[in-house]
């Protein structure tokens, strides 16, 4: 079909749809170095926002399969870390489904842009999972943990600095080893911005006082944690998922886990439940579709796999573009 009449021609990044490996739709536009004026590609890699928590949730189940670790491991046996008011006997299992109830350093109820988390604590200083502790660790609890579900990045820090714990290496490092290396996904990883890899965009965004961009170099985490901040390829993010729905990473029954409703009430039905790592749709034709997604100032991503036609679906922007409307076309026209 023509994807060129289905997609907002003013959108910027990359989408690719793929069905049983063929290649539905390649589609590349905007810069990936505005000023310059170098364009994207299909090598570009792009940060992914919230995004990477699916990868830190696959290395956690990966571990639980490994024997390594259990849904029911608490906190304070796993982390010798002062944890103030956080309960120590909350789960692995309720920080991967974001009912832990503690304290979230990034609370969407109450701050709407993520940049206002450094202007009393300098961005520059996050670059590793331990930096974030400072802004949520001495805050009471949110709520009695397992009442409810409330998106939480906190809870995929505290799941990254498990995963450090328990492999005695950097989380990143981890990730690369045991699950970005294994898929072939050799153009993910986890980059300073102040020390970024060949073939990277830069991030966007528009400032209504100049009618123009700037960088979100001071916007975001110096370098990915837990809680997202992962860089990829589109090729990259259909390497994870073909591994991930082949059951390559651990069992059939961890798998389906993964990819199935553990908390959330799906109130919003377009946003849905959420499964680990991952959310899900559900729908009265299509069934469960799992899908990840991440938003940061001048990034924005969401890639999909629906188990009824095999399709998975990447779209990612370096200007922040809304990848969410664009998924809605796709929907439309390839899931009838």
């Not at 009471?140 to 939480?152: H, L």
């Not at 153009?187 to 528009?206: F, K, M, Q, V």
């Not at 990915?224 to 073909?242: I, P």
Request: proline share 4%; with cysteine.
């Amino acid at each position: 079909m023509d994807f060129s009449s289905l997609i907002d021609k003013d959108f910027r990044g990359v989408i690719s749809v793929v069905q049983n490996g063929t290649v539905l739709c390649n589609r590349v536009s905007g810069f990936a170095d505005l000023s310059n004026q170098i364009p994207n590609t299909l090598d570009t890699k792009f940060a992914t926002a919230s995004a990477g928590k699916a990868f830190v949730a696959a290395a956690v189940l990966q571990l639980i399969d490994r024997g390594k670790l259990s849904f029911e491991s608490r906190l304070g046996q796993l982390l010798d870390i002062d944890l103030h008011q956080i309960d120590p006997d909350v789960t692995v299992r309720q920080l991967l489904t974001h009912t832990s109830g503690i304290p979230d350093y990034f609370d969407e109820s109450v701050m709407d842009d993520y940049e206002e988390l450094w202007r009393d604590y300098p961005n520059y200083k996050i670059r590793r999972n331990s930096d974030l502790f400072p802004l949520f660790i001495e805050k009471p609890m949110a709520y009695p943990k397992g009442e409810r579900f409330c998106y939480n990045n906190s809870g995929y820090v505290l799941l990254a600095a498990i995963i450090e714990k328990i492999s005695g290496t950097a989380f990143d490092q981890y990730l690369k080893e045991q699950l970005f290396d294994p898929s072939g996904m050799s153009s993910t990883g986890y980059y300073e911005l102040d020390r970024l890899p060949a073939n990277t965009a830069n991030h966007y965004i528009y400032c209504e006082e100049t009618g123009g961009f700037r960088t979100n170099i001071y916007s975001v985490d110096a370098k990915g944690t837990g809680a997202g901040g992962a860089f990829t390829t589109a090729a990259d993010v259909v390497r994870f998922w073909e591994r991930l729905i082949h059951c390559k990473f651990f069992s059939k029954e961890l798998t389906a886990e993964m990819l199935r409703r553990q908390s959330g009430d799906g109130a919003d039905p377009e946003e849905g439940y959420y499964g680990y790592g991952v959310w899900i749709i559900e729908d009265e034709r299509q069934g469960s579709i799992p899908y990840f997604q991440g938003c940061d100032p001048g990034a924005s991503f969401l890639s999909e796999y629906n188990p009824n036609n095999h399709i998975i679906s990447v779209l990612v922007s370096n200007y922040g573009d809304n990848v969410w409307q664009e998924m809605r076309k796709i929907r439309r026209e390839l899931y009838r």
